[in-house]
């Protein structure tokens, strides 16, 4: 199944610790330092989740224990600037968060393990990969739309079939053999049966509460 035919929402990824720092703004087009956060002082923690839904993929920042939205970031393309990496670390990303209104702000995230980094950049790779993938197969011609060989007759065409006589052999009596031994026709044994079970796949899907609002800490654009 396509990932655009999806219509429900699918659980990617599930982090049971992230860490959010308030991030300086950007003054210059060089990319994000995470030496410049106060990382021994993170301004919140929780769970994260990424979500996808079809082609639309979402992180979700939420508290570990009630579930509580905190805040949330869609991501339209993965590099892009809804989530960054920094220059100086493989452990830290600013994502870009958006509000009920639309209004949006920048903020720093930061795993402890390197792996749960990685697992959260791979993530999104599959999941944009996947789509670019299902995207080049739908401009695909299918086969119904491609020329189908032409097997009909063309105007004036005919075919000629020639069934020839029955010859004086054919026509005669063939005699029967006559049955050796007890006369009792020899029956086979019939082949084996065989039975096979499938047992039917099952699907979970699990959804999300709708997002609340998120912290007073963030600062909207």
Request: charged residues 30%; aromatic residues 8%.
């Amino acid at each position: 199944m396509s990932l655009l035919d999806i219509d429900y929402e699918r659980v990617l990824l599930v982090k049971p610790e992230v860490f959010v720092y308030r991030i300086p703004p950007r003054t210059s087009n060089r990319g994000y330092r995470a030496s410049e956060w106060k990382l021994d002082a993170p301004d919140w923690s929780g769970r994260l989740r990424i979500l996808a839904k079809g082609e639309k993929l979402i992180i979700k920042l939420e508290d570990k224990n009630s579930g509580e939205l905190f805040a949330a970031c869609p991501v339209d393309a993965y590099p892009s600037s809804a989530v960054e990496s920094v220059t100086d670390s493989a452990r830290y990303f600013v994502i870009t968060i958006k509000d009920e209104s639309g209004r949006t702000a920048f903020i720093g995230i930061g795993f402890v393990d390197r792996s749960d980094s990685f697992d959260f950049n791979v993530a999104l790779q599959d999941h944009f990969r996947y789509l670019k993938k299902d995207e080049e197969l739908a401009k695909q011609p299918s086969l119904d739309t491609e020329k189908k060989l032409d097997l009909s007759f063309k105007e004036g065409q005919t075919i000629k079939i020639n069934i020839g006589k029955k010859s004086e052999t054919s026509s005669g009596s063939v005699p029967r053999p006559k049955p050796s031994g007890s006369g009792m026709p020899i029956l086979l044994p019939p082949p084996p049966g065989s039975k096979s079970t499938r047992t039917p796949n099952t699907q979970t899907q699990q959804t999300t509460s709708k997002p609340n609002a998120s912290s007073n800490l963030l600062d909207f654009d």
